[in-house]
């Protein structure tokens, strides 16, 4: 289902359904929160160590994390009061409030400010250029998601037509792709961690390219809370926003193999020297913010590439759908 007319039945459903959680306290004394995130990946590095190096708790948070495989299911989740808090990219609170909805979400706090995912070849590339995919077949993403309108949004400033100077598969399932790859389909693909690294150690492909490097810095992923929750519970929104800052701290002021150490309980499929690969693979190219305020530039930035894929039915004015305030006090603590 396209992800905006999902939102048009998700925009009915937030203005009959208001339930929110996370107000009662715990016989622990720590209040409950559940926090829906669009996919459990090492790309979000510092709201694991957050939640391991117990920055939740230390601000009288008890976080349960739920995995909303997708902006689709996590937007639901916070419409719906399943959730408190949503990780996401932010073109889906856009996409809600375009739909019309009164009780939209609203983005407190940006934790990525590069895209995560990477290029991946059949063989070595040195010497490779955007133009080269011209003509070929590359696995993308669907329709509407930030990974498929950030690749579209690299090869335009290439100079490609997303549309006609290639073809971009779209039906493969978010973390299906890399298998497909790796049993011949396409040309290309485009891949998050771990799926790059795993098609690189099986000698199924070759990273050659960083979306995150060349789209430059974008609003990628931020956590969002429907405006009555904000309102209703501005404590529980600075005290997370608090945690979510000083894992930000942390992983700029620590290594690779530190920053694995600590986020491995959230990885244990995943190798230690394969979880530190990519830490650092992500961390070369400035993949996280140092603080969590997400910039009216930013905003902009996002409303141009979302127009440039045709997925912008009207502008959002910054102020709408923004709100710096916990982010800027988070700096301050």
Known sequence: MHLKKFFSAAALLGCLTMIFTGCSQKSSGLTPVTLSEVAHSIFYAPMYVA???????????????????????????????????????????????NQGAQNYAVNFAQL???????????????????????????????????????????????????????????????????????SGTADYTVEFEPFATSLEMNGNGH?????????????????????????????????????????????????????????QPQFEETDTDKLIAIIDRYAAQDTWKEDCIFTEEAFNLLQNILDQAGELTERVDYGTLITTEFAEKAVQE
């Open 207 to 263: 990273v050659i390219a960083s979306l995150g490097e060349d789209s430059g810095y974008v609003p990628y992923t931020c956590f969002s809370a429907l405006e009555s929750y904000i309102q209703a519970h501005p404590d529980i929104i600075q005290a997370f926003t608090n945690a979510i800052q000083k894992g930000l701290d942390y992983v700029g002021s620590h290594t690779p193999a530190e920053i694995a150490d600590v986020i």
């Open 51 to 97: 939640i391991e190096n117990g920055y939740f708790a230390d601000e009288g948070l008890d976080i349960t994390l739920v995995n909303g495989s997708g902006a689709d299911n996590v937007m639901t989740s916070l419409i719906s009061g399943d959730a408190d808090i949503g990780f996401m990219g932010p073109e889906a609170t856009v996409y809600v409030y």
């Open 112 to 182: 990525t400010q590069r895209a995560g995912n990477f290029l991946v070849a059949r063989e070595e590339e040195p010497d490779f250029t955007w133009q080269d995919l011209k003509g070929k077949t590359v696995l993308g993403g669907r329709e509407g998601g930030m990974p498929e309108m950030i690749f579209e949004y690299v090869l335009t400033l290439n100079n490609i037509d997303p549309k006609n100077d290639l073809t971009i598969i779209q039906n493969v399932d978010f973390g299906l792709t890399a298998e497909a790859f790796a």
